[in-house]
């Protein structure tokens, strides 16, 4: 069974620093990867999509990395804005008839001005 | 953002009721999903819908039914609430995955926040 984990489960920095994320997963057979992004009493909104062919993938200050064969995933942030704050949600994506996603429990971020 | 609503937002209900949550999309995309969100347990899949009258179980599905009559609606039903079943209810949707790389995307909704007393 896949299992996701994210640590640590909560990460407070100030404002301009670079920062990463962390995201690993027990099976390396996956069909992507996905990071999400949810603030507080909201739903999840879609940050990045990685293949699993692909290595890295990238949106203005965001970055993802994936490493299959050791079961990880970063996501790095550029000069970390308040704006920032929220928490991130990694999910391994997984072909069981349809694509599923299996989610980690999240990093809740703090971007301290 | 995706086109995608829930109904209702917010519902509170009693023990042993049932419970019917909506979720509709303007996107015309084929699957749609059921999740659940719960502190210490994070998103686990309830059901999903691969095509209208097409469904299928996911990791939490006991006490849960699901119905796609129409692309654009995909409806949960708790058909005897319990306490366990307190939770916040996503609904997500994509298109079809292999046939392009953004189609793999998975969009979610708002949410449902449900209390069952």
């Known amino acids: 069974k896949q299992e996701v984990t994210q640590i640590p489960a909560a990460l407070s920095v100030p404002e301009g620093e670079n920062l990463v994320l962390n995201c690993s997963f027990t099976d390396s057979a996956i069909y992507n990867l996905q990071w999400f992004r949810q603030d507080p009493g909201k739903g999840l909104t879609s940050l990045l999509l990685?293949?699993?062919?692909?290595r890295e993938q990238t949106s203005g200050r965001l970055n993802a990395s994936l490493d299959k064969s050791s079961g990880r995933s970063t996501l790095y942030i550029a000069a970390s804005q308040p704006g920032d704050s929220a928490t991130y949600l990694c999910?391994?994506?997984?072909?069981?008839?349809?694509?599923?996603?299996?989610f980690g429990q999240g990093t809740r971020l703090t971007i301290n001005p | 953002d995706a086109g995608i609503t829930q109904s209702p937002r917010h519902k509170v209900t009693e023990t042993g009721t049932p419970v019917t949550l909506r979720c509709h999309q303007t996107e015309n995309h084929r699957y749609m999903y059921w999740y659940r969100q719960d502190p210490g347990h994070g998103l686990r899949l309830i059901h999903y819908?691969?095509?209208?009258?097409?469904?299928d179980k996911g990791e939490v599905s006991d006490g849960y039914s699901v119905s796609r009559s129409k692309t654009e609606d995909f409806l949960l039903t708790l058909e005897s609430a319990t306490s366990s079943q307190t939770s916040v209810y996503f609904c997500a949707i994509s298109e079809s995955p292999g046939q392009r790389i953004d189609g793999e995307t998975q969009y979610f909704g708002p949410g449902t926040r449900l209390l069952v007393l």
């Open positions: 999910a391994v994506g997984i072909i069981q008839g349809a694509q599923k996603l299996v």
């Open positions: 990685i293949q699993s062919s692909q």
């Open positions: 819908s691969y095509g209208v009258k097409d469904t």
